[in-house]
């Protein structure tokens, strides 16, 4: 059920349930986990502790909500950009494309996720880190298939398929985590990404 058709009493709680995630997101984006506190999320989100209370149980149910929710949206948008072509190489384009757009436009979730969850600074607790390790092996799966339809049809050389959605997965990821660190040299995009991939795989000239 689309949000717009709950009840108004449902759609409030979902309006306030955001507003105070996305409070939260900015907090800890810019001074980490462990340097804010729930009280700051209060006040960032203009509502009162006890409120914050009635949706999160604690800051790190909050914070695991926070990623949860957000990787979910992530996976099922790219999911669907991998599935949304049968020829192969669009499909791929897709997802490459989505991805680089998804991580563009939620700079602030991403600079979070890779401090504070990949870099494994604090136990999170129970089931976060398998739940995100799922959502992935999920990804990389989709795309393993989407190599493997491209090595019957005589697209792609014989390679190992997952091998080939870990590496390509591997190269945007580096290509992201630089433009972090340097967003204004060394531009690139889905293309540049495929090219350098895809000639040394690939069974017949690009024309991207």
Same mark, same amino acid.
Do not use: C, W
């Given at each position: 059920?689309?949000?717009?058709?709950?009840? &108004?009493?449902?759609?409030? !709680?979902?309006?306030?349930? =955001?507003?105070?995630?996305?409070?939260?997101?900015?907090?800890? *984006?810019?001074?980490?986990?462990?340097?804010?506190?729930?009280? /700051? #999320?209060?006040?960032? *989100?203009?509502?009162?502790?006890?409120?914050?209370?009635?949706?999160?149980?604690?800051?790190?149910?909050?914070?695991? +909500?926070?990623?949860?929710?957000? *990787?979910? /949206?992530?996976? *099922?948008?790219?999911?669907?950009?991998?599935?949304?072509?049968?020829? /192969?190489?669009?499909?791929?384009?897709?997802?490459? /494309?989505?991805?680089?757009?998804?991580?563009?436009?939620?700079?602030?979730?991403?600079?979070?996720?890779?401090?504070?969850? &990949?870099? +494994?600074?604090?136990?999170?607790?129970?089931?976060?880190?398998?739940?995100?390790?799922? &959502?992935?092996?999920?990804?990389? $799966?989709?795309?393993?298939?989407?190599?493997?339809?491209?090595?019957?049809?005589?697209? !792609?050389?014989?390679?190992? %398929?997952?091998?080939?959605?870990? +590496?390509?997965?591997?190269?945007?990821?580096?290509?992201?985590?630089?433009?972090?660190?340097? %967003?204004?040299?060394? =531009?690139?995009?889905?293309?540049?990404?495929?090219?350098?991939?895809?000639?040394? #795989?690939? $069974? =017949?000239?690009?024309?991207?």
């Amino acid at each position: 059920m689309e949000e717009k058709q709950l009840p &108004r009493k449902n759609r409030e !709680f979902l309006r306030r349930r =955001q507003e105070i995630l996305d409070a939260a997101l900015d907090l800890f *984006s810019e001074k980490g986990f462990h340097n804010v506190t729930i009280n /700051e #999320i209060a006040r960032a *989100s203009e509502f009162a502790v006890g409120t914050l209370y009635k949706f999160f149980a604690n800051k790190e149910d909050l914070y695991k +909500a926070l990623i949860l929710e957000k *990787s979910n /949206e992530f996976h *099922s948008l790219l999911l669907k950009a991998i599935e949304s072509d049968k020829d /192969e190489m669009l499909g791929i384009k897709a997802y490459l /494309e989505t991805h680089i757009r998804l991580f563009m436009e939620n700079l602030k979730f991403v600079r979070l996720y890779l401090a504070e969850t &990949r870099g +494994a600074s604090f136990n999170i607790g129970a089931g976060l880190d398998e739940a995100l390790r799922e &959502r992935h092996a999920l990804i990389l $799966n989709e795309l393993a298939k989407t190599f493997k339809r491209g090595i019957r049809k005589g697209l !792609f050389k014989g390679f190992d %398929p997952y091998l080939l959605a870990t +590496a390509l997965e591997g190269i945007t990821h580096a290509f992201l985590v630089q433009h972090l660190v340097d %967003p204004h040299d060394h =531009q690139f995009d889905a293309d540049l990404i495929i090219k350098l991939f895809f000639e040394a #795989i690939i $069974n =017949q000239t690009l024309t991207f």
